[in-house]
């Protein structure tokens, strides 16, 4: 009986192969006042740089978003009136002050139309004034391999002519800081250039003389002065020039 009774006394802590539990009768100590407030001050830093990181990327893609969207839409109008092989491509700016910081997350013709009612009756000059808050564009590359022969009045007549249908299918914005840019590859004595004109000087009441004679000076002035950066030129990133 005795030994019975000590075998069924034996703690299962001296059994071979069962796992002893240990319970503590100690509680964990709380956290210091103090360690707590630097925890929240960390965490809520934290949050503020992963916001501002994503606000950044966010806004990166949203504007390769809304150059792939607006390229696409153009492409059919381009092709129609230039021709199938026509390369172009927009580059744009846009504005940032009041409710105009909401066009970045628009699509570029909400965009457009956004700054074009904040800077209703203002001019370029006073745009340019807002430090960037208010100045937007919108520029329009265009580059047709099928039709690069532009020697006489009747050839640049042709191609204002086909840039003036493209105003149609602008985004909603001001024709003043929109542009078209028809690029020329010519040799390498001769240069490449381009025919820069802004869309509201493309309008039908326009004097045609002064828009032929503005494309064979605007040859010059893009090759030289319009272009500030040559190699970050547009057409030259793309490879036009090749």
């Not at 430090?131 to 329009?140: G, R, S, T, V």
Request: hydrophobic share 35%; charged share 30%.
């Amino acid at each position: 009986m005795n030994k019975e009774k000590d075998s069924a006394g034996v703690s299962q802590a001296n059994i071979p192969g069962v796992p002893r539990v240990v319970v503590s009768s100690e509680r964990a100590k709380p956290a210091e006042p103090g360690k707590k407030r630097l925890r929240r001050i960390v965490i809520a830093l934290g949050v503020v740089v992963i916001f501002a990181m994503v606000c950044v990327v966010m806004n990166e893609s949203n504007d390769y978003l809304r150059t792939l969207v607006e390229e696409t839409r153009l492409r059919p109008y381009v092709e129609r009136i230039f021709s199938k092989n026509t390369k172009f491509g927009i580059e744009f700016k846009l504005c940032k002050k009041g409710k105009t910081s909401w066009a970045s997350f628009a699509n570029l013709s909400q965009a457009m139309n956004i700054c074009k009612e904040e800077t209703e009756n203002m001019t370029e000059s006073e745009m340019l004034d807002s430090y960037d808050e208010l100045y937007h564009n919108y520029n329009l590359y265009i580059y047709d391999p099928d039709h690069q022969l532009v020697e006489t009045d009747d050839d640049k007549l042709r191609i204002i002519k086909r840039l003036r249908k493209m105003i149609e299918y602008l985004p909603d914005g001001r024709l003043d800081v929109m542009s078209f840019e028809y690029f020329v590859k010519k040799d390498i004595f001769r240069g490449s250039g381009g025919f820069w004109v802004r869309a509201s000087d493309l309008s039908s009441s326009r004097n045609i003389p002064k828009l032929v004679q503005g494309f064979s000076e605007g040859m010059v002035v893009n090759t030289f002065t319009h272009v500030p950066d040559w190699w970050d030129y547009y057409p030259i990133r793309k490879g036009w020039d090749k």
